[in-house]
């Protein structure tokens, strides 16, 4: 099994920053994609970001400027940077991994999420 574990989330003012990370554990051989996801209050689960263990990364459109993905292959952690914050970024945003484990077996898996608020 594979288990995540996001931290980083909080209230922040307009204008400010987070970090987000996302550490990966359990029976991992390797972890493919990483990615970040997020649902604001009434709206669906959207993609904010992905990145393969190559360091390719994927931002959906909306996202790209104020986003940046990242990964620390030896720590199986994934991060999201999110500057400039906007009131529209409050959601909870969820952690994704596309891993295979040590049986060989691939599993996504989806981390608790991790709430971000931004309001003065």
């Known amino acids: 099994q594979v288990q995540l574990v996001e931290s980083g989330g909080g209230l922040v003012q307009p204008g400010g920053s987070l970090r987000l990370s996302c550490a990966a554990s359990?029976?991992?051989?390797?972890?493919?994609?990483m990615g970040w996801y997020r649902q604001a209050p009434g709206k669906e689960r959207e993609l904010v970001a992905a990145?393969?263990?190559?360091?390719?990364?994927n931002y959906a459109d909306s996202m790209k400027g104020r986003f940046t993905i990242s990964r620390d292959n030896a720590k199986n952690t994934v991060y999201l940077q999110i500057n400039s914050l906007k009131p529209e970024d409050t959601a909870i945003y969820y952690c994704?991994?596309?891993?295979?484990?040590?049986?060989?077996?691939?599993?996504?898996?989806w981390g608790q999420g991790t709430l971000v608020t931004v309001s003065s």
């Open positions: 994704n991994a596309d891993a295979t484990t040590i049986a060989r077996v691939t599993l996504n898996t």
């Open positions: 359990g029976s991992i051989f390797r972890i493919n994609v």
């Open positions: 990145i393969t263990s190559g360091g390719n990364t």
